[in-house]
Nanobody, 120 residues
Framework: VQLQASGGGLVQAGGSLRLSCVVS????????MAWFRQAPGKEREFVAAISWSGGTTTYADSVKGRFTISRDNAKNTVYLQMNSLKPEDTAVYYCAGGSYSTKPASFGSWGQGTLVTVSS
């Protein structure tokens, strides 16, 4: 299984971005998917997770109400819609596939990361 994340970039505070993560392989629909992020000098932190069916989602408190995770199993793709971005959202964002959780250790497959920079 390979994960390819894209959609990062530079945006002003208050703006929006949509990240995408395309997953190769036939088993995408059986994986829970998640987004994590890592800011410079900080540990990787959980952002959002979605169950294999899309029926259950979990968000970090810091992004709740601003970010939305979704998936399209027909396209083997998971998305992260990010609205009302803040400078503290600046980080490399990683998509991950595995068991439904907020913990990195539950996810065995990781994408390469896409950089999101929010200017003030």
């Amino acid at each position: 299984v390979q994960l390819q994340a894209s959609g990062g970039g530079l945006v002003q505070a208050g703006g929006s971005l949509r990240l995408s993560c395309v997953v190769s392989g036939r088993t995408f629909a059986t994986y829970a998917m998640a987004w994590f992020r890592q800011a410079p000098g900080k540990e990787r932190e959980f952002v959002a997770a979605i169950s294999w069916s899309g029926g259950t989602t979990t968000y970090a408190d810091s992004v709740k109400g601003r970010f939305t995770i979704s998936r399209d199993n027909a396209k083997n793709t998971v998305y992260l819609q990010m609205n009302s971005l803040k400078p503290e959202d600046t980080a490399v964002y990683y998509c991950a596939g595995g068991s439904y959780s907020t913990k990195p250790a539950s996810f065995g497959s990781w994408g390469q990361g896409t950089l999101v920079t929010v200017s003030s």
